[in-house]
């Protein structure tokens, strides 16, 4: 009975290991990201998690844009009430990303690590960047999910008032990066940690530091902060929020992105050289 253990436990990992040449030999697969991406949207939609997290989105966006619409109405003396609008609201909704995204990318790594599929994972003839291809697809597409949901204020206003359509595509393009960016992030953390809730904590923490930072600027005075602030995603996405694209800021956002997903992907080689999943 050993020696049969033995023999199945070898042919499986020469298995793993023949998979893992083809993947390499075979180069990178956007059809091998795509089930990457399927299988994790199954998994994302078979627990309530995501339900919770698009619900709660959805409820403080929405109670946002009723409040920062009323508060414009209130003081209807404004000279551009809907500029002003957009800009409030992008910037309030920049709050709700941070609390809800990081449930959403926490269980990316650290939770098949708990459930043991992580193993079954890289066995399977795939490269690590599409592996972490697939998972960013799939959490890019829950979030771009939960953001649609907001363009109802947008259809509904314009109905009743025609507005300039450009500041607010400007808007939105930096709320979508803004979130990919948040997701690139959070998929690093879920990289480095064994829980997904230790990795949905310290995804949260560093980003409400940089939001607070760029929130109250005039409580914070000192080099290193003023430095941080300058680098902050926060402040990068003021010019999108105030309806401009600024060729720095949408470069900014696209190296944030890439520099995220490089460093998963150097987490990922460096569990697997030291025998950790």
Not at 79 to 87: C, F, G, H, K, S
Not at 89 to 96: A, E, G, N, V
Request: with cysteine; hydrophobic share 55%.
């Amino acid at each position: 009975m050993a020696n049969g253990a033995a023999t199945l436990e070898g042919a499986r990992t020469a298995s793993g290991e023949r998979a893992a040449t083809t993947a390499a030999r075979t180069g990178f697969s956007f059809g091998r990201a795509f089930a990457v991406a399927r299988k994790e949207l199954r998994s994302y939609f078979a627990f309530p998690l995501v339900y919770i997290v698009t619900g709660i989105f959805a409820l403080l966006a929405g109670w946002y844009a009723w409040s920062d619409l009323n508060f414009f109405i209130t003081i209807a003396f404004a000279q551009d009430i809907i500029q002003n609008y957009w800009q409030l609201l992008f910037s309030d909704i920049r709050l709700i990303f941070i609390l809800t995204l990081p449930f959403i990318t926490m269980r990316s790594f650290a939770e098949e690590r708990r459930l043991g599929t992580v193993e079954l994972l890289y066995t399977y003839p795939l490269r690590d960047g599409e592996i972490l291809g697939g998972k960013f697809l799939a959490a890019a597409l829950i979030f771009l999910m939960m953001l649609a949901l907001t363009l109802v204020y947008p259809v509904y206003l314009h109905s009743v008032h025609r507005f300039p359509i450009f500041p607010l595509f400007a808007g939105y393009l930096g709320l979508v990066l803004l979130g990919f960016s948040f997701i690139a992030f959070g998929l690093f953390i879920s990289s480095l940690c064994e829980s997904q809730v230790v990795a949905g904590i310290a995804t949260i923490i560093p980003l409400l530091f940089l939001w607070i930072l760029n929130w109250n600027e005039a409580s914070f005075q000192s080099g290193w902060l003023d430095f941080l602030r300058g680098i902050s995603l926060f402040d990068q996405f003021g010019g999108f929020a105030k309806g401009v694209i600024d060729l720095d800021h949408l470069t900014y956002f696209i190296f944030f992105i890439t520099f995220f997903l490089f460093l998963t992907l150097r987490s990922m080689e460096a569990r697997k050289w030291t025998g950790r999943r």
